[in-house]
């Protein structure tokens, strides 16, 4: 089912951006110097659906890096969660050894050895 959803997703979206690069190829001038007049060694050419594919993708990392900073917070207390719920199986299973060998222990007054 994710398969499927994946693929009805991916397709039309892949399709759009194949769209939007042969629509978008005409080439543009990236001054990278804000100072003017512009330097010729600071300008490149580069087709315009490159630029806009590579400014989406560095959006999306530092997005991707944002969120992943912002949620550090919640995986530390999984961890600490986690390593507790570990702990208390451990105290457990030590606690139910106990019982088990207490239960196998005889009665007080009923000694086998008479």
């Not at 994710?2 to 039309?12: I, S």
Request: glycine share 6%; charged share 15%.
């Amino acid at each position: 089912m994710t398969t499927l959803l994946k693929w009805l997703l991916l397709v039309p979206v892949a399709l759009v951006v194949i769209m939007l690069a042969v629509a978008n190829r005409a080439p543009v001038t990236i001054v990278v110097d804000p100072f003017p007049p512009p330097s010729e060694n600071l300008t490149f050419a580069a087709p315009l659906f490159l630029v806009v594919l590579v400014s989406v993708i560095v959006g999306v990392l530092i997005g991707g890096a944002g969120a992943w900073l912002r949620h550090g917070s919640n995986r530390r207390a999984a961890r600490q969660a986690q390593a507790e719920a570990n702990r208390q199986r451990v105290e457990a299973d030590r606690l139910r050894s106990q019982v088990n060998a207490f239960a196998t222990l005889p009665a007080p007054g009923n000694s086998t050895l008479a």
